[in-house]
């Protein structure tokens, strides 16, 4: 699909950081937006803003680790957009601490967050991208999807069992046109989450997620007959797109 106007996009995680960029090169996109996050005053002023410059956007607060919450969400956005073109679960928790110091629900909402919202979200846009003729769906992973970090033990979890379950959905959208994959950062983003976490080094690296923000368009204009099955490079494939506008 070459124009996404008039088409929509669930994004979670969409207050801040990559989400909102993401949103916001959406919504320059011509795309309706249903966008998910548990910071519900700030997600109301990103709404107000792509609103403002000409979007149609709903804000729908959400605590994602709460199976009852998402399921009242899910509906939500599901009834402001119909069907959405794409789908995108940026939405995630990195507290760092050794496993003796993670209590049982700090654990469960960490993983909940990653792994059951996408697993409800999915199974609730699954049945429509199919009726529809395709769609793709997206989740945010990183390098702690395929390795493990010091004091990251739930987050890394999350993260490597987003790679897996993008692996079964790829297989299973495959017939039904249904493109899965998985996107990492590829590079050092200056975001809330970055600010807690990174160490004084990396922050002279980091960039703003919006120069990641061309990866996810070009996501959101794949079937299964494009990329599928997956693990991609924000950075990497942003920086592509770049170089093939400018060759046109």
């Not at 919504?27 to 107000?48: H, K, Q, T, W």
């Not at 529809?132 to 395929?146: C, D, K, L």
Request: aromatic letters at 6%.
């Amino acid at each position: 699909m070459d124009d996404l106007r008039g088409t929509s996009a669930i994004v979670t995680g969409a207050a801040q950081g990559l989400g909102y960029a993401v949103a916001k090169a959406y919504a320059a996109e011509g795309m309706r937006l249903a966008l998910m996050d548990i910071n519900g005053p700030l997600l109301a002023e990103v709404c107000s803003e792509l609103s403002r410059a000409g979007g149609e956007c709903l804000p729908v607060t959400v605590d994602l680790s709460d199976a009852v919450d998402t399921q009242r969400a899910i509906a939500q956005a599901l009834a402001f957009c119909g069907t959405p073109r794409v789908l995108v679960h940026n939405a995630a928790i990195l507290v760092n601490r050794p496993l003796l110091d993670i209590p049982l629900d700090a654990w469960q909402r960490e993983v909940n967050v990653a792994i059951q919202a996408a697993y409800m979200l999915t199974q609730a846009v699954w049945p429509l991208m199919t009726e529809a003729g395709g769609g793709s769906i997206v989740y945010v992973s990183s390098m702690s999807g395929i390795k493990g970090f010091l004091d990251e033990s739930a987050y890394c979890t999350a993260k490597h069992g987003l790679e897996g379950f993008m692996k079964c959905m790829a297989m299973e959208g495959a017939p039904r046109n249904i493109a899965v994959n998985t996107i990492t950062p590829g590079m050092y983003m200056k975001t809330p989450m970055s600010e807690r976490n990174y160490t004084d080094d990396l922050k002279q690296k980091w960039v703003d997620p919006i120069l990641l923000a061309p990866a996810f368009v070009l996501l959101a204009r794949q079937d299964a007959a494009g990329i599928t099955g997956q693990r991609l490079n924000a950075w990497e494939l942003s920086q592509a797109q770049d170089t093939s506008a400018m060759g046109k």
